[in-house]
């Protein structure tokens, strides 16, 4: 096998190597046991232990409380963008929502065919380029839910701390779950699609408070229901197999690792170091994010001009760095540096942005 690259992705993104080498031997012979893990039954004892264990594993890395079910769920993390507001609103029940980027605007969309929504923050005029403190917003009371995205994976900004607000908090956490210790008994769900910090893509780990699954309307489809999930462990019907499994793996790494608290450090220290490397280049790379707002997770910024843009990404590419190309709504660059990115690319990304400024300033 080739040397493995530097694969700043925002998603897919990268995963342990352990993990996937692993994977390979479990997928073609789990456990020894003369049949791969992607051809057994999703009722087998085996694959049971396999989904048994990856939920215990969350539920302790996440430190998630009793009352709380973790349910495997398919159709993306933009399924959710429906799912809450059709399980949790009635359509004269109010919702609160901060808009702080893509994800967050289609969730709003969403949420506005079940609800009354209430924006009482949006940072879209200025490009996204923060998200609120808390004295920039208030929270309607009597709304059932305050929900918000912690990290916003296209403009690179990230609530430092969780929203102080005595209403009950629904998160969209795909891009830092488990990037970082988090007090779940402040939420009511916590979701996210695996592919961006957990595992492969195909699987949405939701976290859901117990009392809210009995808040459903029976005209909810069944397997639209969050119940349909609680009550039969994510076995109502066909899981997605092979990605709980991966997000199981991913879980045992994080926490030879130290858990959430140790990969808080190892985030901040490879962020850190980005973010040094652009604010000591004399103006030559500009953050889109504000300072305060800025993301441990994806780090966006610009070069002077777009053609310095376009050699950047391409002579990085041509060194082993790849996946540094800005999404298209903000543009210039990202480097999406999650939890299973090693702290020797960043290094290494340092030193080749330091060598291009130079050449180019
Ligand atoms: C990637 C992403 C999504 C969309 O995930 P899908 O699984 O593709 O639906 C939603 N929210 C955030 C914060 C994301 O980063």
New binding site residues.
């Given amino acids: 096998m080739p040397k493995r690259i530097y694969n700043f992705s ?2 897919p993104a990268v995963l342990p190597e352990q993990v996937l080498r692993q994977a390979a031997i479990d997928i073609v012979n789990f456990q020894n046991k003369g049949i791969g893990l992607v051809e057994l039954s999703h009722r087998s004892k085996e694959f049971m232990a396999v989904a048994e264990e990856c939920e215990t594993l969350i539920r302790e890395l996440l430190g998630v409380p009793a009352g709380y079910k973790v349910l495997f769920l398919q159709g ?4 959710q963008f429906f799912m809450i507001p059709m399980n949790l609103l009635k359509k004269n029940q109010i919702a609160t929502y901060l808009n702080t980027g893509t ?1 967050s605007k289609k969730a709003i969309k969403e949420a506005k065919l079940f609800g009354q929504i209430e924006v009482p923050y949006s940072s879209e005029d200025l490009n996204f380029t923060r998200v609120p403190r808390d004295d920039e917003y208030t929270v309607n009371p009597a709304s059932e839910y305050l929900y918000f ?1 912690s ?4 403009f690179g900004t990230q609530f430092q701390k969780m929203p102080a607000t005595d209403v009950m908090l629904v998160s ?4 830092d779950i488990f990037s970082r210790p988090v007090d779940v008994s402040r939420f009511g769900i916590i979701y996210a ?1 695996a ?2 910090n957990m595992g492969p ?1 195909g699987v ?1 780990v939701v976290i859901i408070r117990e009392d809210l699954l009995e808040r459903v309307d029976e005209t909810i489809p069944t397997m639209l229901k969050y119940k349909t999930h609680a009550k039969d462990d994510s076995m109502f019907n066909t899981p997605p197999c092979f990605a709980i499994y991966c997000v199981g793996q991913v879980m045992h790494w994080l926490k030879a690792l130290g858990g959430v608290e140790a990969m808080e450090a190892r985030n901040r220290k490879k962020a850190n170091l980005l973010y040094e490397a652009i604010d000591n280049s004399g103006g030559f790379y500009r953050g889109h994010a504000e300072k305060e707002s800025r993301s441990c997770m994806n780090v966006t910024f610009t070069l002077p001009t777009k053609d310095l843009e376009t050699s950047f990404v391409r002579e990085a590419t041509e060194q082993g760095f790849d996946g540094l190309k800005g999404h298209r709504s903000v543009g210039g660059c990202r480097a999406s540096i999650y939890n299973a990115f090693p702290l020797e690319g960043v290094e290494r990304l340092v030193d080749f942005m330091a060598a291009f400024a130079k050449k180019h300033q």
């Avoid at 990290?151 to 296209?154: A, G, L």
């Fill in positions: 925002a998603g993306g993390a933009s399924s994800w995205v990290n916003n994976t296209i969209d956490m795909s891009s699609g592919q961006k893509a949405t």
